[in-house]
Each structure stands twice: as structure tokens, then as C-alpha cells.
């Protein structure tokens, strides 16, 4: 059975960083891609930065590139977030996901599982 755990989340200022990880156990790690998306209220979840499985590719959602990092520690079954120059559009249940494949996981209809999501609260 897989496991994703996310941890990290919490409230910070405009302008601030934050680093969200996701722990992965019950599956062969480095054998898959791994996403992070996003959910405000109201809004369907949203995708926001992919890896594949060894590092050697990255995807980003076009209002996160630049500011945010993808990566992974497959030695620790951990997948990173980290965020840079925060937005309060940014707020958000941020959730880790596990692709299908080896390469990307940029929308949610190719993630196989999820974790259980972590909050994200950017205030001005």
C-alpha cells in the first residue's frame, strides 16, 4: 500500500518562503514521477510542478515558475517543494502525488495516489 505524507505547510507572509515535503513509503520510489498540486476553496485542484523520476526533468505551472523548486532525495523517498516570494494567491491545501509513469505528473487524471494534503496560508 502507498503512503504519501506531506508536512511543512503553515502561515507566512507575503514575500517569505516555506519548504513542504512529502515522505513516500509502499512503493518503489525513484521508479515514478512525482507532482504537487493545489486547492483553494472554491476552486478545483490545480497542478503545480512535476519531476520525473530521476531528477532529470521538471514541469511548473505557469504562475509558480521562477518562484518555486521541485526535487527529490530518492536515497530518502522524499519529494520537496520550495517556495519562494510567496503571493497570497498562493493560499492552498498543497497535496503530493504519485504519477502513472516515470515522466510527469501534470494533471490529476494520471496521479495514482495522493497524500492527505497540507495547508498553506499567505497573508499580506
Known amino acids: 500500500q502507498v503512503q504519501l505524507v506531506e508536512s511543512g505547510g503553515g502561515l507566512v507572509q507575503a514575500g517569505d518562503s516555506l519548504r513542504l515535503s512529502c515522505a513516500a513509503s509502499?512503493?518503489?520510489?525513484?521508479?515514478?514521477?512525482m507532482g504537487w498540486f493545489r486547492q483553494a476553496p472554491g476552486k478545483e485542484r490545480e497542478f503545480v510542478a512535476s519531476?520525473?523520476?530521476?531528477?532529470?526533468?521538471?514541469n511548473y505551472a505557469d504562475s509558480v515558475r521562477g518562484r518555486f523548486t521541485i526535487s527529490r532525495d530518492n536515497a530518502k523517498n522524499t519529494v520537496y517543494l520550495q517556495m519562494n516570494s510567496l503571493k497570497p494567491e498562493d493560499t492552498a491545501v498543497y497535496y503530493c502525488?504519485?504519477?502513472?509513469?516515470?515522466?510527469?505528473?501534470?494533471?490529476?487524471?494520471?496521479?495514482?495516489?495522493w497524500g492527505q494534503g497540507t495547508q498553506v496560508t499567505v497573508s499580506s
Open positions: 519531476i520525473s523520476w530521476n531528477s532529470g526533468s521538471t
Open positions: 502525488a504519485q504519477g502513472r509513469g516515470m515522466r510527469v505528473v501534470v494533471t490529476t487524471s494520471i496521479v495514482a495516489y
Open positions: 509502499g512503493l518503489t520510489f525513484g521508479s515514478y514521477a
